[in-house]
Structures are given as structure tokens and as C-alpha cells.
């Protein structure tokens, strides 16, 4: 890995997993507020809508908190940020459809603190996904950087790795 890539992957790999947590804990302390953020995208026919959106409500955040955790840690840096890119996916996939169907709703991303995206769903919440999107893409292809388990893990020496004997 170049030096650069070093100063520029372990920041963005941190400050994502860092992001990621604290959207997770978000929509933990307030998993109503999340439910109708869910239930508002309408994405769900009717039939299956309340255990669908209580599946989302419960199974999302602790999927971003874990993920989150291990970027932070640089623990399977590739294989947490492959799964936060496909929520990102799914999240603006989910956004654009809002905007195409034009509806009026808030985004329940990161609670109370939505920034720099204020008010109802806009073009501004596609391209702070995409940004993030990339950022995972990055960590996907680059590793997480040689401030990362993974580094330490990977750049073992034999020795270290064979059992001692007495």
C-alpha cells in the first residue's frame, strides 16, 4: 500500500464506521421514530408492510452498528464495507423511488441530525449516500489501511503464526 493510500483510506474508513454507529444508535434510542420513517417510504404493499418494517426497524441499525464497529477496529474492513454499500445501495434506491413517486417524508438516516440534508427527502440525500457509497467502495477495493487488524493480521510473520512448543 502507498503512503497515500494510507493516510487517505484509514481516515475515511474510520469516520464511515464512525458514521455508522452513530446511525445506528440513533434509530435504537428511538425505534418508533424509525418504524415511521420505514413505514412512510411506502415501499411495502400493505399485506406484508408491519413485519416487513419491523424487521427493517430491528434488523438495520444492529447490521450498521456491527458494521460500524469493525471498520472502526479495521476488522474485515472489505467484507463491513461491502454490506454497508449494499444498504446504501438499497437506501438510495429506496430515496429515489420517494422522489419519483413524489412523495413528501423525512429521512429517519440519522434522527434529529440530519446533515448536511435538512427537511424532506431531496436530491441532497442521493448524493450523501453516493459520497458514502463511494467511500465503502474504496475501503472495498483498498483494504482498510495499514492502521487496521486486518494489517496486523495479514502481516504476521510465519513464526508468529505456528504454535509454540515446550
Not at 454490506?83 to 420517494?98: E, H, K, N, P, W
Amino acid at each position: 500500500m502507498k503512503p497515500i493510500e494510507a493516510v487517505v483510506v484509514t481516515p475515511i474508513r474510520i469516520g464511515l464506521g464512525a458514521l455508522f454507529m452513530l446511525a445506528a444508535y440513533l434509530k435504537l434510542s428511538d425505534p418508533q421514530a424509525f418504524a415511521e420513517s420505514v413505514k412512510a417510504f411506502k415501499i411495502f404493499d400493505l399485506a406484508t408492510a408491519s413485519h416487513l418494517v419491523t424487521l427493517a426497524t430491528f434488523t438495520v441499525p444492529w447490521v450498521e452498528m456491527i458494521c460500524g464497529v469493525l471498520l472502526v477496529l479495521g476488522l474485515w474492513s472489505r467484507a463491513a464495507s461491502v454490506a454497508l454499500a449494499g444498504l446504501l445501495l438499497a437506501f438510495t434506491i429506496g430515496i429515489i423511488s420517494v422522489l419519483q413517486r413524489e412523495i413528501d417524508v423525512r429521512c429517519g438516516c440519522f434522527g434529529k441530525y440530519e446533515w448536511p440534508c435538512t427537511g424532506n427527502i431531496s436530491m441532497c440525500h442521493v448524493a450523501r449516500n453516493s459520497i458514502m457509497l463511494l467511500c465503502s467502495l474504496l475501503i472495498t477495493l483498498r483494504g482498510g489501511g495499514p492502521v487496521a487488524l486486518d494489517w496486523f493480521r495479514r502481516n504476521r510473520s510465519p513464526v508468529d503464526s505456528e504454535p509454540q512448543t515446550a
